[in-house]
């Protein structure tokens, strides 16, 4: 199961509307899921007047945060290695691999943030716009992930296969898989590549602490446009360093 390369080029534009039509299933399902998790908690429905009700409702939109910091963290970590331009670029790239930083722990760091991102702000949705982001975002990635192990295995030979064999796919080992490949970490251009993550971070932290939606969009939009902002400083720079 290995996604096309129509998939793979538009990668961001799906991954973004499975969040859109997840938060979108409120119009069909009004219950959001951590309210649904409180109440089975609690053993009662909720009733947000109530401190107590409310603060175990909260502490499951928290649950959420702490997955989006995470995911954050853990894609920063991974661009570090692998670099910003690479992770955003259209394009599939098989010139090398990379068995550094996280990559020494499982292989795919930058979709297991995916992943983490999609849970955590998935406790902001309902029940049907969880199934949906998770569920849908889970296929998908599994989908990019067969794709790019594919090609790696076709131009990288043995050395990949071995590489493969060694680290898990998407659960992170305990411990170094590999050993270091010596690259250094670029912390600069990873976070400000990943900004976007730190700001829906923030959003699911925000929105855990004073559950105002609108805070809550604010910041999930301002996401979305700091990484419209590092794509296209990223692809500027491109250019220049061809040359």
């Known amino acids: 199961m290995r996604a096309t390369q129509v998939e793979f080029r538009f990668r961001f534009v799906v991954i973004a509307a499975c969040f ?29 007047g109530v401190a107590r009700d409310r603060h175990v409702w909260q502490a499951f939109l928290a649950l959420g945060a702490v997955f989006a910091f995470l995911a954050a963290l853990v894609r920063t970590w991974a661009a570090a290695y692998l670099q910003s331009d ?23 760091p930058l979709y297991l943030g995916t992943t983490l991102l999609a849970v955590g702000f998935a406790m902001a949705a309902s029940r049907l716009g969880f199934v949906v982001i998770v569920g849908g ?8 992930i067969g794709r790019e192990e594919w090609l790696l295995s076709q131009t990288q030979g043995e050395s990949y296969r071995q590489f493969l064999k060694a680290v898990p796919r998407l659960i992170p080992s305990l411990r170094p898989r590999v050993a270091a490949g010596g690259l250094r970490p670029h912390w600069g ?42 794509k296209s400083v990223l692809w500027r720079k491109k250019p220049a360093a061809a040359q």
């Open 137 to 144: 975002l889970s296929l998908f990635l599994q989908r990019l």
């Open 189 to 230: 251009q990873a976070v400000a590549g990943e900004t976007f993550m730190w700001f829906f971070a923030g959003a699911a932290a925000c929105f855990a602490a004073t559950l105002s939606q609108r805070l809550f969009a604010a910041l999930a939009i301002a996401g979305v446009g700091a990484s419209v902002v590092a």
């Open 20 to 48: 859109v039509v997840g938060f979108w299933c409120y119009r069909w399902d009004d219950l959001n899921v951590s309210v649904m998790l409180a109440q089975w908690l609690l053993g009662h429905p909720m009733d947000p």
């Open 86 to 108: 690479v992770v955003h670029d259209t394009k599939l790239h098989d010139e090398g691999l990379v068995a550094d930083g996280p990559y020494r722990y499982v292989r795919n």
